[in-house]
C-alpha cells in the first residue's frame, strides 16, 4: 500500500491541532456543582493535562479528520492485472536517394518494401507496430497500432526521395520508443546501408533486425556542377566545372553533355576507370540561363545523372557612400571604377535620405548611422558613439585580432586576417541581431571589430574600425582591399529573377513578410500544391517553381552525396535474407497497478457525519420525551 | 407559568389532580376558623359530628341538644370535630446550588414543588405565605415573602412571585429563617424546600428554630438527578461550586464514583437522621421525578399529603 499525494502529509498535523483544542476547551470548561462537600473525599487529579482521555466525540471528529485527510493523500493497493498482449514491432524503412537504386528489374525499395510486408503479414492479430521512414531525417508515418491493413496501406504510400539518408537518428528514435510503457519492442531495418556506416554502440546494433537489400555498384554520377562566376562578372566570362566519378568497381563509359537553356552546348564521350574520377570545363557561354549537366546513359541510380545550375546577367550595381570625408570617397571611386558594373554614388550625411535608396543598392555609412530603418543592405564603418543602431561603450587603440569566423562568405581567400590595420577601435556592445565576425580580446572580455546579421530584412555588416586615409588602395594593405570587395560582394542583393541553388534534403524557407497565403509551388515533374507553412521540402532534385501574388522564385535542386551515389555493396552477413518466423501466440502479462481507495474514505466521512447526525438527533428527542 | 418540565403549573388537568390533596397537619392550628380538621379538640359546631357531652356551666345554652333532653331527659350538648385555618409558610431555599448543575433544572422543580403546594394549601383554604430565602449578602434583604393569601383564587398571584426568583448567592438558611421569623408572629406549619447542600449546623439551627417557635416543620430535600449520578454530568473535568467558587480537578473512576456516593449518602442520611430526631416530616424528592407523581404518590407516601 502507498499513497501518491505526500503533499497532504502535513494535514495530520491537524489531528495535534484537534488534540490541543480538546485540551484547551478541558481545561477552560468548568463544570458547576452545587457544592465541593461531596467531592472532598474524592482524590483530585494531579496530572491534568497528561490525562487527557478522549471523548466519543473526540474519537468521531478524529476518525473523520483521519478519513479526509486519507482521501487527499490518494491511497492505493497495489493490484496485479493480467493482460493478453502481443508483440511489438517497430519498423525502419530507409527511404533515401540510394534506394531507388535498380537491382535487376526491381528497385531497392521495392525489395525492402517487400520483405516489410512479408514482415506485417506475419504479425499476430494482437501486435502492434510502428513505422518510421528516413531519408535525411526520420519521421513518424505510424504510432504502435494493430490495424495491419492500416500499416501495409501507410507501407504502400511511402517512396524513395531524391536525398540522402541520416539512418543512424532513425534507429535512435525507434530506439527511444522501444522500451516506453514499459514494453520491449523489436526493431526492423530496412535499408541498403550496412551496420557498420551506421556508426551506433554495438550494443545498440546488436538489438536490430537489418533486412539489407541491394548490391548493385552500376552508377556513375555527377559529383559536382561548379560555376563560376563573381556578381560583377557577365555569362560570357562564367566558367564551369562538371565532376563526373565513377562508383563502380568497373571501367564505366558515358556521353556528358551540357545545355545552356535546353540546347546542348557541350557533349563529350568519355570513359572512367573504376572508383575513378574526371573534371570537364565549359565555358564561352553565348547568353544567360538555365545550365543543365546530364550523362547518358542511364545506370542503376538515376538521380544523380543530372544537375543543374544558372548562369546569370551581369547587372549594374550602385555603391551609395554617405560620408563627411572626402578621402574616402576619391578612394572608393578608383576601387569602383575597377569593377566592372559598380557605380559610385556619394552623399554626405546632411545630404542623405532613405528615399534616395532602391532594394538592390549597397550603402556604406562611413563614421554616420541614420536614425531611421535602411531600405538596404549597408555596411556601417566606424559608427559614432551615440548612435541608435550600434551601442558604443569605448573606445579602444591597437588592438590585435585575435578570433574570427572561420568560412564566412566575407572572410574567403582572406589568408592574413590578423594583418588587417588597426589603429583605433570603437568597442561596441552586440546587438542582439548580430554575429561577431572578427573579434579582439582585452581585460573585460571579447571586443567586436567586425559584426554581421540581417536587421528588417537586410543584410548588415559592421567595422568597428576605420579604414583609414589611403588604405584601400594602398598595396600594403591588400588585406583590407580584400576584405572590403569580400564584404561588397557579401552585401550584394539577390538577384529575384535568379535561381536559388539548394541541396536536396535541403528546407527552403520563404522569406520575412512572404506569406504562405494564395502561394503554391510546382515541385519537379508533380502536380502544383499549396504551401501550407512558411517552408518548402526539397526532397526532389530539379526544378521547384513558387508562384504567388506578391512572390515567385526558382530553386534548383541538386544531390551531391557521396554516401547516396556509391551504391555498391559487399556481401557480408547482413545481406543475407532474414526468414519471416511465425507469429507468437498473444502473450499473458501480469503487471501491478495501483488500485486507487481514497474515494472510499470520503463516503466513510460522509457516512460517519451521517451517523453522527442521526445519534444526536436521537438524543435530542430522547432528552424532549424525557 | 410553565415549569422546568415543560408542565403548567395553572393547567387545568394538572390543578384537577391536585383539587383532592390537601397537607396532612399534626398539631398546628390557627385561630380562625377553618375547613382542616383538628383532630383531638372538639368544639360545639362545626361539619362533622363528634360526641356529645353533659351541658355544662359556661356552655352556650344554644347549642343544646332538645331531642336528647327530650328522649334522655338529660342536658347534652353535642360535639363536633374542631376545623381551624392552618397558616402554611413554604420556605424555597434560592441559594446557588439550587441552580446547579443546570442540566437538573433543580431550581425550576423547586418553584413548581412550591406552586403546587400553594395551590394544594389554598384550595383548602389555609392562609399562605410564600418565602424565598435569598442570601443577606452585599444589603441584600435576608428573604423574599409575598404576602398571606387566603383563597384559592390568589393562587394566580403566586406564579409571577415565583418567575421572578433566582438561584444565587451562599446559603443562609439560619440567618434568613430567623430573620423571618421574628418578624412573624403566627405560628403555622413551616415547609422547607431545599437541597440543605450546605453546613448541617445551616440547616440543623434553622430547622431547630422553626420548630423552637412552634411551627410544625416539614423538610422537602431536592435532589437533582446529576446529583445522584454524577455521570450524566462529567467524566473528568475541572468541578466548581457555584456558592463559593472553589474548583476542583475531578476524573470519575470507578473509585472516585465510589467515594462520591458514599459521601452522598451520608450526607442524606444525616440530613435524614437529624429530621427524624426531631420529629420533623422528612421527604426526598429526585427531579427525575414526574411532577405530578411526586404530588399524588411520592408526597402522601412520605405523609406530606393526603386525601381530602
Known amino acids: 500500500m502507498g499513497i501518491l499525494n505526500p503533499s497532504?502529509?502535513?494535514?495530520?498535523?491537524?489531528l495535534g491541532l484537534l488534540v490541543l483544542i480538546y485540551l484547551r476547551e478541558r481545561w477552560r470548561k468548568r463544570i458547576a456543582v452545587p457544592t465541593l462537600m461531596l467531592w472532598v473525599q474524592v482524590k483530585e487529579d494531579k496530572l491534568r493535562v497528561r490525562r487527557f482521555l478522549p471523548s466519543l466525540l473526540f474519537l468521531a471528529q478524529a476518525l473523520l479528520l483521519l478519513l479526509l485527510i486519507g482521501g487527499l493523500l490518494h491511497p492505493y493497493r497495489p493490484v496485479t492485472v493480467t493482460e493478453t498482449r502481443g508483440d511489438r514491432w517497430i519498423l525502419v524503412m530507409d527511404i533515401s536517394a540510394s534506394m531507388q537504386a535498380r537491382e535487376g528489374r526491381t528497385r531497392r525499395f521495392e525489395m525492402a518494401l517487400d520483405q516489410a510486408e512479408q514482415l506485417v503479414k506475419a504479425f499476430g492479430p494482437l501486435d502492434e507496430a510502428m513505422l518510421i521512414s528516413v531519408a535525411i531525417r526520420p519521421q513518424l508515418v505510424s504510432g504502435f497500432t494493430t490495424d495491419h491493413r492500416q500499416l501495409l496501406h501507410l507501407l504502400e504510400t511511402l517512396h524513395p526521395l531524391d536525398t540522402g539518408t541520416n539512418l543512424s537518428l532513425g534507429i535512435e528514435l525507434a530506439l527511444a520508443q522501444r522500451d516506453?510503457?514499459?514494453?520491449?519492442?523489436?526493431?526492423?531495418?530496412f535499408t541498403d546501408l550496412s551496420k557498420s556506416t551506421l556508426g551506433l554502440p554495438?550494443?545498440?546494433l546488436k538489438d536490430l533486425v537489418y533486412h539489407r537489400v541491394g548490391k548493385s555498384d552500376d552508377n556513375l554520377a555527377i559529383a559536382a556542377l561548379q560555376l563560376y562566376q563573381n556578381p560583377f562578372q557577365n555569362y560570357s566570362q562564367a566558367q564551369a566545372y562538371v565532376l563526373v566519378r565513377n562508383y563502380s568497381y568497373r571501367p564505366k563509359g558515358a556521353v556528358l553533355t551540357v545545355y545552356l537553356n535546353d540546347k546542348a552546348i557541350f557533349r563529350r564521350d568519355f570513359s572512367l576507370p573504376a572508383r575513378d574520377v574526371a573534371s570537364f570545363s565549359v565555358k564561352g557561354f553565348d547568353g544567360p540561363g538555365k545550365l543543365t549537366a546530364r550523362l547518358e546513359p542511364e545506370d542503376a541510380l538515376a538521380v544523380d545523372n543530372q544537375a543543374l545550375a544558372w548562369l546569370a546577367e551581369r547587372k549594374p550595381r550602385r555603391l551609395v557612400l554617405v560620408s563627411a570625408v572626402k578621402g574616402l570617397r576619391e578612394e572608393l571611386e578608383r576601387v569602383s571604377s575597377s569593377i566592372p558594373g559598380l557605380s559610385l554614388t556619394a552623399l554626405t550625411p546632411e545630404t542623405f535620405t532613405p528615399t534616395l535608396l532602391n532594394e538592390q543598392d549597397i550603402v556604406l555609412f562611413h563614421q554616420f548611422v541614420p536614425g531611421t530603418a535602411v531600405p538596404a543592405n549597408s555596411l556601417y564603418v566606424f559608427p559614432p558613439p551615440d548612435n541608435p543602431l550600434f551601442p558604443v561603450v569605448a573606445e579602444a587603440a591597437d588592438l590585435n585580432i585575435l578570433d574570427w569566423r572561420e568560412g564566412h562568405e566575407i572572410l574567403q581567400n582572406l589568408h592574413y586576417v590578423e594583418a588587417l590595420p588597426l589603429r583605433k577601435a570603437r568597442v561596441m556592445a552586440l546587438p542582439s541581431w548580430a554575429q561577431v565576425l572578427i573579434s579582439s580580446r582585452t581585460r573585460g572580455g571579447e571586443v567586436p571589430l567586425a559584426l554581421t546579421g540581417e536587421k528588417d530584412g537586410h543584410r548588415v555588416v559592421c567595422f568597428a574600425f576605420d579604414l583609414g586615409k589611403g588604405n584601400l588602395t594602398n598595396s600594403d594593405n591588400l588585406t583590407l582591399l580584400l576584405l572590403f570587395l569580400n564584404t561588397l560582394r557579401w552585401l550584394l542583393p539577390h538577384d529575384p529573377a535568379a535561381p536559388l541553388l539548394v541541396s536536396s534534403g535541403e528546407t527552403f524557407f520563404l522569406p520575412a513578410g512572404v506569406t504562405p497565403d494564395s502561394l503554391r509551388f510546382t515541385p519537379p515533374g508533380g502536380v502544383e500544391k499549396a504551401v501550407d507553412t512558411g517552408s518548402v521540402e526539397v526532397d526532389q532534385v530539379g526544378e521547384y517553381r513558387l508562384v504567388g501574388s506578391h512572390y515567385h522564385a526558382t530553386l534548383y535542386a541538386n544531390l551531391f552525396d557521396d554516401a547516396e551515389s556509391d551504391i555498391g555493396r559487399r556481401e557480408d552477413d547482413d545481406t543475407k535474407p532474414i526468414p519471416v518466423s511465425a507469429a507468437r501466440p498473444p502473450q499473458e502479462l501480469s503487471h501491478t497497478v495501483p488500485a486507487?481507495?481514497?474515494?472510499?474514505?470520503?463516503y466513510g466521512a460522509a457516512l460517519l457525519l451521517l451517523l453522527e447526525w442521526l445519534y444526536a438527533l436521537w438524543r435530542y428527542r430522547r432528552a424532549s420525551e424525557s | 407559568m410553565v415549569g422546568a418540565r415543560g408542565v403548567s403549573i395553572i393547567d387545568p388537568v394538572f390543578l384537577k389532580n391536585l383539587d383532592r390533596l390537601r397537607v396532612r397537619v399534626r398539631a398546628a392550628r390557627g385561630h380562625r376558623p377553618g375547613e382542616t380538621p383538628i383532630p383531638r379538640i372538639s368544639q360545639?359546631?362545626?361539619?362533622?359530628?363528634?360526641?356529645?357531652?353533659d351541658y355544662g356551666p359556661g356552655d352556650d345554652f344554644r347549642y343544646v341538644d332538645w331531642n336528647a333532653v327530650g328522649r334522655l331527659d338529660q342536658m347534652l350538648v353535642k360535639t363536633f370535630t374542631a376545623e381551624r385555618e392552618i397558616p402554611f409558610h413554604l420556605f424555597l431555599d434560592t441559594s446557588a446550588s439550587m441552580g446547579a448543575p443546570t442540566i437538573d433544572h433543580k431550581f425550576a422543580f423547586a418553584t413548581d414543588l412550591v406552586a403546587a403546594f400553594s395551590y394544594v394549601v389554598l384550595i383548602n383554604n389555609d392562609t399562605l405565605r410564600?418565602?424565598?430565602?435569598?442570601?443577606?449578602?452585599?444589603?441584600?434583604?435576608?428573604f423574599l415573602a409575598l404576602s398571606s393569601l387566603r383563597h384559592?383564587?390568589?393562587?394566580?398571584?403566586?406564579?409571577?412571585?415565583?418567575?421572578?426568583?433566582t438561584a444565587a448567592g451562599k446559603t443562609y438558611l439560619r440567618e434568613t429563617v430567623r430573620a423571618y421569623i421574628e418578624q412573624t408572629k403566627e405560628r403555622g406549619v413551616a415547609v422547607v424546600l431545599s437541597d440543605f447542600l450546605t453546613e448541617p449546623s445551616q440547616y440543623e439551627e434553622a430547622l431547630i428554630l422553626l420548630k423552637a417557635r412552634g411551627y410544625e416543620v416539614k423538610a422537602v430535600h431536592i435532589l437533582g438527578a446529576a446529583e445522584l449520578d454524577p455521570t450524566q454530568l462529567f467524566r473528568r473535568g475541572k468541578l466548581y461550586d457555584v456558592e463559593d467558587q472553589s474548583e476542583r480537578w475531578i476524573s470519575l473512576t470507578q473509585a472516585n464514583l465510589q467515594r462520591y456516593r458514599d459521601a452522598l449518602q451520608a450526607h442524606l442520611d444525616a440530613v435524614q437522621g437529624f429530621c427524624h430526631r426531631h420529629q420533623i416530616l422528612y421527604a426526598r424528592v429526585s427531579t427525575a421525578s414526574r411532577l405530578l407523581a411526586v404530588m399524588t404518590e411520592e408526597f402522601p407516601r412520605a405523609g406530606l399529603l393526603t386525601l381530602r
Open chain 1, 8 to 14: 497532504a502529509l502535513p494535514f495530520l498535523a491537524l
Open chain 1, 180 to 189: 516506453r510503457q514499459g514494453r520491449q519492442a523489436r526493431i526492423h531495418v
Open chain 1, 202 to 204: 554495438e550494443e545498440q
Open chain 1, 596 to 602: 486507487e481507495f481514497g474515494r472510499w474514505l470520503y
Open chain 2, 44 to 53: 360545639q359546631w362545626g361539619i362533622e359530628f363528634e360526641s356529645y357531652k
Open chain 2, 130 to 142: 410564600v418565602v424565598a430565602l435569598s442570601s443577606p449578602e452585599k444589603g441584600q434583604r435576608p
Open chain 2, 152 to 165: 384559592r383564587s390568589q393562587f394566580l398571584r403566586v406564579p409571577p412571585f415565583l418567575e421572578r426568583l
